[in-house]
């Protein structure tokens, strides 16, 4: 893709995205209604639509697609929806432990735990540990894999095309840093509206959205280089925006939210110097075989 034509697939991803968000405050207004949703989901889908008009007018593009099924998917699937799965609960722990607040679902004790609300499949009430572990990942499971099919508006774009081009033009994780930084501002008009930042909007939007965009499009980056597939990544992103998030929002929080916030983004970071580890030790295994 030459540098004029990459400016213009962006600038036309954003206008797209921009002007969706942009009706649902001004029309909408209550961004955390149930027609706002709806409309956030369109606005999901919107990449994928724009994207599949510069392949078929570009048809060099589609070799560069990465979505192709392949054994690999499955590994990294699993893996797509156990992290943020993990990740939630770390940041439930933390938050409990610095007495940040507390669980509005769960209540744990040394034997069992009891689950008093959301959406469960095997569920709620008291459950041994084992119980309880097996309700959480089928759970997960389920929903990661639902809401992934709309996950995959987006990341068509974002992993499927653009994380490929990003990598060849500004090398690894310069590429995949740039992506992160464009997938945050894609979100900008809305999260200065006060969704996802309601107290903090314009800290939110222009300085947490981007730290914890670029760490997890580390780990995004890693599930699709690993499966030569942007599926796991559509499925990772289903569960960060069901299972992690339910589990997250639900914390009945005795301090502002901001401390939350900040919790769930020292975890995220966390996640993401990982994956930049594991994106190296690959990169270097591929050098060290072609040697």
């Avoid at 954003?14 to 955390?32: E, G, R, V, Y």
């Amino acid at each position: 893709m030459t540098s004029r034509l990459l400016s213009i697939y962006c600038r036309v991803v954003f206008f797209t995205s921009w002007a969706l968000q942009l009706l649902i405050i001004f029309i909408i207004k209550d961004i955390n209604s149930t027609h706002a949703r709806l409309g956030l989901a369109a606005t999901m889908v919107s990449p994928l639509f724009v994207t599949i008009g510069f392949i078929i007018k570009n048809k060099s593009l589609r070799r560069k697609i990465l979505w192709k099924p392949n054994k690999n998917i499955f590994n990294t699937s699993f893996l797509a929806i156990l992290i943020p799965t993990v990740t939630a609960f770390v940041v439930l722990l933390i938050t409990k432990n610095m007495h940040y607040g507390q669980s509005g679902w769960f209540d744990f004790s040394v034997r069992s735990v009891t689950i008093s609300g959301g959406p469960f499949l095997l569920g709620l009430g008291q459950q041994t540990w084992v119980f309880f572990t097996l309700n959480i990942l089928i759970t997960a499971i389920a929903y990661s894999l639902l809401t992934g099919l709309i996950a995959i508006g987006e990341e068509f774009a974002w992993r499927g095309l653009l994380q490929g081009i990003l990598i060849d033009r500004f090398g690894m994780i310069k590429g995949i840093t740039i992506l992160g930084f464009l997938w945050a501002m894609w979100h900008l008009p809305i999260q200065l509206a006060g969704y996802n930042f309601p107290e903090n909007p314009i800290l939110g939007s222009f300085v947490i959205s981007p730290i914890m965009l670029i760490s997890v499009s580390l780990f995004y980056a890693w599930l699709t280089l690993k499966s030569n597939s942007f599926i796991p990544a559509a499925i990772a992103h289903g569960a960060y925006n069901t299972i992690e998030e339910g589990i997250i929002s639900n914390i009945n929080l005795e301090v502002p939210m901001l401390y939350l916030i900040l919790v769930k983004l020292m975890v995220t970071v966390m996640t993401g110097i990982l994956f930049i580890y594991l994106i190296h030790r690959n990169s270097a295994l591929k050098i060290n075989k072609t040697n």
